[in-house]
Nanobody, 126 residues
């Protein structure tokens, strides 16, 4: 079992940057692959990025590729999402999620993740 808690959201102007953190507790962090998802008001939750347990594989949605960077520090039990050159379309509640690395899933699907944080709101003004 693992518990996740996001932080770092807030209000930023278009073109600005934010860094989100996902702090894990309850079990060994390196047992889990991490995904980031976002959900805008009135829309379905969508895949943002996923990072493998040892950071050797990282995938990004086309909408954020080149602007967002996922990373993790297993010694600190924390995953990060650096968001640069932000756009109003990035406005959403951002969630981190986890699944055991021994379970093979489609990492773009929210339904395939077992553990979720509470979410942190990101608002980008135009």
């Amino acid at each position: 079992q693992v518990q996740l808690a996001e932080s770092g959201g807030g209000l930023v102007q278009a073109g600005g940057s934010l860094r989100l953190s996902c702090a894990a507790s309850g079990s060994a962090f390196n047992l889990y692959n991490i995904g980031w998802f976002r959900q805008a008001s009135g829309k379905e939750r969508e895949f943002v990025t996923a990072i493998h347990w040892n950071s050797d594989r990282i995938a990004y949605a086309d909408s954020v590729k080149g602007r967002f960077t996922a990373s993790r520090d297993n010694a600190k039990n924390t995953a990060y999402l650096q968001m640069n050159t932000m756009k109003p379309d990035d406005t959403a509640t951002y969630y981190c999620a986890a699944h055991l690395r021994t379970h093979y899933i489609n990492y773009t699907r929210p339904e395939d993740y077992n553990y979720w944080g509470q979410g942190t709101q990101v608002t980008v003004s135009s």
